[in-house]
């Protein structure tokens, strides 16, 4: 047996040498205290490789650039003046990239947390900016009648 093949791989916890004896038949008590250094840690759910590892880097996390690339497209277009039009882009690549943690088994670099948190923070973050840019002003696409009683409430 090969030090590689003792060696855990990235899911697996190490296993512990045995507690050395303190004399005849009795053991050393190990602390139950977390380690000062941590050694590793896991990856998230689904932080795999989008790709097998024979692709190139960017075929292998194709879902982050995709994310990637609608924010910086719709950043782009807020920059050429086209406030509502970008921003909406911008939520809805936020959103993609929600149905991206849901839809795929393996996202590379777009999972950071579990899937659930995942999807919580991009859906609520997309569906946010994209109504909040439709109800911008002046000249709102959506209309919500409730807001203006917050607003008066709150602000006036």
């Given at each position: 047996?090969?030090?590689?093949?003792?060696?855990?791989?990235?899911?697996e916890q190490p296993?512990?040498?045995?507690?050395?004896?303190?004399?005849?038949?009795?053991?050393?008590?190990?602390?139950?205290?977390?380690?000062?250094?941590?050694?590793?840690?896991?990856?998230?759910?689904?932080?795999?490789?989008?790709?097998?590892?024979?692709?190139?880097?960017?075929?292998?996390?194709?879902?982050?650039?995709?994310?990637?690339?609608?924010?910086?497209?719709?950043?782009?277009?807020?920059?050429?003046?086209?406030?509502?039009?970008?921003?909406?882009?911008?939520?809805?690549?936020?959103?993609?990239?929600?149905?991206?943690?849901?839809?795929?088994?393996?996202?590379?670099?777009?999972?950071?947390?579990?899937?659930?948190?995942?999807?919580?923070?991009?859906?609520?973050?997309?569906?946010?900016?994209?109504?909040?840019?439709?109800?911008?002003?002046?000249?709102?696409?959506?209309?919500?009648?409730?807001?203006?009683?917050?607003?008066?409430?709150?602000?006036?």
């Amino acid at each position: 047996m090969t030090a590689e093949a003792s060696e855990p791989t990235a899911g697996e916890q190490p296993q512990e040498p045995p507690a050395p004896l303190a004399g005849p038949g009795r053991f050393i008590r190990r602390s139950r205290r977390f380690p000062l250094i941590t050694r590793d840690t896991a990856r998230p759910e689904g932080g795999g490789r989008a790709a097998p590892g024979a692709a190139p880097a960017p075929a292998r996390q194709w879902p982050l650039l995709a994310v990637m690339g609608g924010v910086g497209l719709g950043l782009l277009i807020v920059a050429l003046d086209a406030f509502r039009a970008g921003t909406v882009l911008i939520g809805l690549s936020l959103l993609a990239g929600a149905f991206f943690r849901w839809a795929l088994p393996e996202v590379g670099m777009l999972a950071v947390r579990s899937r659930f948190t995942d999807m919580l923070t991009y859906g609520l973050l997309g569906a946010a900016i994209v109504l909040l840019s439709l109800m911008a002003q002046p000249n709102p696409w959506v209309s919500i009648p409730f807001l203006d009683d917050v607003v008066h409430f709150t602000v006036r």
